[in-house]
């Protein structure tokens, strides 16, 4: 008896010893902008630093039950890398750590988990840089599907250069930011560069030179601060950086360079409308942010003439291929229909409303299922729900000829979800080769962090930043699709030798015109 007692109190003692790494609290930390006691210790060590990660993704992911099914322990996890960051404490008494070694590290944490939008940016704080970014679903992809995600990077976005003698119809509108940002930087850069070429062949200068040459050194130190942020996902404080840098030398005229719309540069839409031979109406577009180029930004009256413009030819666009469907319809004469989502990386929820669901009748399309984060446990979820899409209010036809999806290794999120539509709807396919696998969802707001919005932490500021999808995304038969992504009906590889970057065929539209004329 007293042995049975003792092993029973050895075994206590053992659970007690194995739980001490990961204490427990009554106290509740969402680890937003206003835990600064939190935050402050984040900064100061690599150990607190790595509890903020991990009680972070503990209490807001949203598929931990999918990543038990997967074999992953999140217990084992901290109890196994907890102490490696400690250790890194220690080093740090001794050397400076790293970038390379604690990106590492981090890397091994997070590379097992599967959700496809997460992802992490962590801050040194021995060097004061920011790594770069931790995308699990980017290793996992390109380990597991390499030919997949090369196929779908070499070719890159839809270009219908081949096919313009073959279209009746054909509409483009680019409203990309970062086109615009790119030519912004190009030409302040190309000022800087000559203005230096010039300055370094005299050996005298006058007063202005000089201070020209002044300008651009601090112009080209400028850029490069921008080059760091982009690499590091930075993209809007890179923005912001760079307008303030046209603001401030606005007074020298350099051609070509003008302060950037942030309508333009968050929704960063281009659009292409057109109409095969045989009445076949084609729609790609390269991210999901229509619905305000429609409803808002052409009447905007903040944005400035130029942006305003390009906003109008998005709509003109969209409204073309919108009418077109309409029109050849009622007289009889639609062929079918393409959406090309290939190489879409998602967006707005209520875009589904303006493509998919402009085809079919309003009032919604049940074509998922979801649940959503409810509460600090790790398994708090909500019951799983039907997910009903959006569709078109205003009246429109519904159409009941053929449908064709194209997607590939690269469409992700609203273009996953777009290509599930076609698995409950009998007129239409999905064409071309397995999406990405990231269609659990969260709010774009990212200052927006409390009520599980799936934002811990604040991008480019807090030591920890994790951006966590806290709806968990299920097709109809409750199976999450997170990691894996949506198998096409009818798989097709690019040709990327004889497609050459738009002069020759594209094997998968080819396939995609082949099943609308056919049905096979």
């Known amino acids: 008896m007293k042995n049975h007692i003792k092993g029973a109190a050895v075994a206590a003692m053992l659970v007690l010893s194995l739980s001490a790494c990961r204490k427990e609290s009554d106290t509740v930390h969402n680890y937003s902008y206003m835990d600064a006691l939190a935050w402050s210790k984040a900064g100061e060590s690599y150990g607190e630093q790595f509890k903020i990660l991990w009680e972070g993704l503990n209490t807001n992911y949203a598929i931990w039950d999918y990543e038990k099914e997967q074999g992953?322990?999140?217990?084992r996890v901290y109890d196994q890398y907890y102490s490696k960051f400690t250790e890194l404490d220690t080093l740090a008494k001794k050397r400076v750590v790293t970038d390379e070694e604690l990106h590492e590290l981090y890397?091994?944490?997070?590379?097992?988990?599967?959700?496809?939008?997460?992802?992490?940016?962590?801050?040194?704080?021995?060097?004061?840089?920011?790594?770069?970014?931790?995308?699990?679903?980017?290793n996992r992809i390109y380990k597991e599907r390499k030919a997949d995600f090369e196929e779908a990077y070499q070719f890159g976005l839809p270009n219908l250069s081949y096919y313009q003698g073959k279209l009746k119809e054909y509409k483009h509108a680019d409203a990309t930011g970062w086109t615009q940002k790119d030519s912004v930087v190009a030409a302040l850069s190309a000022w800087a560069e000559n203005i230096i070429k010039e300055t370094s062949a005299k050996t005298l200068l006058t007063e202005e030179e000089l201070s020209k040459e002044r300008v651009a050194y601090n112009i080209q130190y400028e850029l490069n601060k921008l080059k760091a942020m982009d690499e590091n996902g930075n993209i809007s404080a890179s923005v912001s950086a760079l307008n303030a840098i046209v603001s401030q030398y606005a007074y020298l005229n350099i051609p070509h360079v003008h302060t950037l719309d942030m309508n333009l540069i968050e929704k960063n839409l281009s659009m292409t409308y057109a109409l095969f031979e045989g009445n076949v109406a084609y729609l790609q577009f390269n991210t999901f942010s229509?619905?305000?180029?429609?409803?808002e930004f052409p009447n905007a009256q903040d944005m400035d003439p130029y942006a305003a413009?390009?906003?109008?030819?998005?709509?003109?666009?969209?409204?073309?291929?919108f009418q077109a469907i309409q029109d050849l319809h009622n007289a009889g004469q639609l062929g079918g229909v393409i959406i090309d989502v290939r190489g879409n990386n998602g967006g707005l929820l209520s875009d589904y409303a303006y493509v998919l669901g402009s085809l079919v009748p309003s009032g919604g399309l049940h074509m998922m299922n979801s649940r959503f984060k409810r509460g600090i446990g790790r398994y708090d979820y909500s019951p799983v729900m039907p997910q009903v899409?959006?569709?078109?209010e205003q009246p429109h036809v519904t159409v009941?000829?053929?449908?064709?999806?194209?997607?590939?290794?690269?469409?992700?999120?609203m273009a996953e979800m777009t290509s599930m539509g076609t698995r409950v709807l009998d007129n239409a396919k999905l064409i071309g080769?397995?999406?990405?696998?990231?269609?659990?969802?969260?709010?774009?707001?990212?200052?927006?962090?409390?009520?599980?919005?799936?934002?811990?932490?604040?991008?480019?500021?807090?030591?920890?930043?994790?951006?966590?999808?806290?709806?968990?995304?299920?097709?109809?038969?409750?199976?999450i699709l997170e990691g894996t992504g949506v198998t096409p009906d009818i798989e097709v590889h690019m040709d990327i030798a004889s497609w050459n970057n738009g002069w020759g065929p594209d094997t998968q539209l080819e396939r995609a015109?082949?099943?609308i004329s056919s049905g096979k």
């Open 72 to 75: 992953l322990d999140w217990d």
């Open 107 to 138: 890397l091994e944490v997070l590379s097992p988990l599967h959700d496809g939008h997460l992802f992490v940016d962590i801050k040194n704080r021995m060097t004061g840089n920011f790594l770069p970014r931790i995308s699990p679903s980017d």
């Open 290 to 295: 229509i619905t305000p180029f429609i409803t």
């Open 309 to 321: 413009q390009l906003a109008a030819e998005v709509k003109n666009v969209w409204e073309s291929w």
């Open 389 to 392: 899409m959006s569709t078109l």
């Open 400 to 413: 009941t000829e053929r449908i064709a999806v194209l997607a590939n290794a690269k469409s992700v999120s």
């Open 433 to 479: 080769t397995r999406t990405w696998g990231g269609i659990c969802a969260l709010t774009d707001n990212t200052s927006y962090s409390y009520n599980y919005s799936g934002h811990v932490g604040i991008e480019g500021q807090t030591p920890v930043y994790i951006y966590c999808p806290t709806m968990a995304a299920m097709d109809l038969d409750e199976k």
């Open 513 to 515: 015109l082949q099943y």
